[in-house]
């Protein structure tokens, strides 16, 4: 029976689906891109660990660094664990799978389940209907959407002061940002 864990390739790098519970790098460390045996030796740490846990395979949300995705592929490989890989896809706000060959049966490659081709076909449809410009905007305007959501969590004992709260002892950002998702 396979049992797949949802996790992140780095830690709080980008905002995920809730499913999305782990990571397989620490933002305790700083990484060196260049760093390929740290990427390589940490990866397979972390994927033993689990394979201990009796998880058989990872979902991995991607975060951009290329360097630490082949070091997590390759030990999915030597590890012998299943890994399927999960893009952002900023067009229509969802994470895009991408399956890799010698982790599937190779005469399955192409069956995508309903929800895969469902995303695949947004995205083509929307990529058809926007400019270049267009998606570059949308891109970037996502970009600043997740540093300031990131940037929100990261301010739990700061508190903001204006004029007319500086008689009631002002308030935190956590505390608004909490009430508004009430």
């Known amino acids: 029976m396979m ?3 949802n996790v992140a390739l ?4 980008h905002l995920f689906p809730d499913y999305v519970t782990d990571y ?5 460390k700083s ?3 260049l760093d390929f045996i740290a990427f390589q030796q940490a ?3 972390r994927l033993l660990a689990w394979k201990a846990e009796g998880i058989t395979g990872i979902n991995l949300y991607l975060t951009g660094l290329t360097s630490a995705t082949v070091a997590v592929i390759n030990a999915c490989y030597v ?3 299943y890994l399927k890989l999960f893009y952002n896809n900023f067009l229509v706000n969802e994470w895009t799978p991408q399956r890799i060959l010698f982790f599937e049966d190779k005469s399955k490659l192409n069956d995508l389940s309903s929800r895969e081709k469902e995303i695949y076909e947004q995205f083509r449809q929307k990529d058809a209907e926007l400019s270049l410009q267009e998606k570059k905007s949308i891109i970037e305007t996502k970009k600043r959407e997740q540093e300031y959501l990131r940037n929100l969590k990261s301010v739990e004992n700061v508190t903001l002061v204006t004029d007319d709260t500086k008689n009631r002892g002002g308030f935190s950002i956590a505390d608004c940002v909490k009430k508004r998702n009430k």
């Not at 780095?10 to 790098?13: A, I, S």
């Not at 397989?24 to 305790?28: Q, S, T, Y």
């Open 3 to 5: 049992v797949v864990k």
């Open 10 to 13: 780095f830690e709080d790098r």
């Open 24 to 28: 397989v790098f620490g933002k305790d």
């Open 31 to 33: 990484w060196s891109p």
């Open 43 to 45: 990866a397979e740490r």
């Open 79 to 81: 590890c012998k664990m």
